[in-house]
């Protein structure tokens, strides 16, 4: 049990043989040395797993959780055994407010990986949103890139195969006056293969010469430019098929989701709040303890003490000082 106390004391920031000499106080001193280690405990465990998160390795990130554990320790330990006791209620709030403040700030980062663990599912299932979306704005990217390549051929070819079919469509027409001509369905009436269905005649041969001659014309550049659609087209099959997303899910995506969670639903961020001010408070807790705690045996032992340390250094200093100008005078 005297182990346990002496340590406790010892993560008070408290002297020993101060402690050892008013009894009374050794409780007040467990209970806030215990608040500094386990929020320098609960420091080591968020760290821990902030890195795995990150590494997805079991050794580092313990590592890593104890040096913060540690850190966080012994700044606390720090904050704690700097705030001194003073008969002015209002001046010890004053003088701890930036000490409360650095605590604050200690909780948020303390506080925000275990909020990660603790809506870790709901993180995972937004977590799938956010790849899909990232996705989808990939593939947009590359579409807008093969995109004006693609429309670019098909308004090429649409034009070549456009003009073939006019041309089609013109032989159709004169084929058919001549077939009327010749019948006697149109024209001049008489069926007949005189002279008018002779000129209808040649104009559809001559239509049809023509068409061939544009097919034949247009058919290379027509294969041409179908081979570089198509070759565009798998090209950006390709690139999509790179897409690849099963990376993401670091920390700082972590945290993104959890604030789209929060925005999406007031339930999680009325949550968030509460889990933050709980560490808040754990984290101020040990100054907390010791500033609502009245001042006692310990605080004038402890005034007296480095006022008497004062003391001796000002009179070492002005002995100094004597023998210095003594000196200086003996030179003279």
Same mark, same amino acid.
């Given at each position: ?92 709030? *004053?003088? %701890? ?6 605590? =604050? ?5 303390? @506080?925000?990986? +275990? #909020? ?118 798998? *090209?950006? %099959? ?6 690849? =997303? ?5 920390? @700082?995506?972590? +945290? #993104? ?76």
């Amino acid at each position: 049990m005297k182990k346990f106390t002496s340590f406790f004391w010892f993560c008070s920031g408290a002297s020993h043989s101060l402690l050892k000499r008013c009894p009374t106080e050794a409780a007040r001193f467990v209970s806030v040395g215990g608040a500094v280690f386990f929020t320098g405990l609960l420091a080591a465990v968020s760290g821990g797993f902030a890195l795995y998160s990150v590494f997805n390795n079991y050794w580092v990130a313990t590592l890593f959780g104890l040096l913060w554990g540690l850190m966080i320790f012994n700044l606390d330990r720090f904050l704690v055994s700097s705030l001194k006791k003073s008969e002015n209620k209002w001046q010890e709030w *004053l003088m %701890a407010s930036p000490r409360i403040l650095l605590a =604050v700030l200690i909780a948020i980062v303390v @506080a925000k990986p +275990l #909020e990660l663990r603790i809506f870790q599912p709901e993180i995972e299932a937004e977590l799938v949103l956010i790849k899909e979306e990232q996705k989808t704005a990939e593939g947009a990217m590359i579409a807008s890139r093969y995109s004006p390549l693609i429309a670019g051929y098909k308004a090429e070819l649409s034009q070549l195969e456009a003009q073939i079919a006019s041309k089609e469509i013109i032989r159709d027409d004169l084929a058919k006056l001549a077939q009327e001509e010749a019948d006697g369905t149109g024209g001049s009436g008489r069926r007949n293969l005189g002279p008018i269905y002779a000129v209808k005649k040649a104009n559809a041969e001559r239509a049809e010469t023509e068409l061939k001659e544009l097919k034949a014309s247009h058919s290379d550049l027509i294969s041409t430019l179908r081979e570089k659609q198509d070759s565009v087209v798998l *090209l950006q %099959a390709n690139e999509m098929a790179k897409i690849d =997303v099963s990376h993401i899910g670091g920390l @700082a995506l972590q +945290l #993104e989701a959890l604030a789209r969670l929060a925005n999406k639903y007031s339930s999680i961020a009325f949550a968030n709040i509460f889990i933050m001010l709980l560490f808040v408070m754990i984290e101020a807790s040990p100054l907390l303890v010791k500033l609502m705690s009245p001042r006692g045996p310990y605080d004038d032992l402890l005034e007296a003490h480095e006022h008497a340390f004062v003391n001796y250094r000002k009179s070492k200093v002005h002995r100094l000082d004597a023998g210095l100008e003594k000196e200086l005078a003996w030179k003279g």
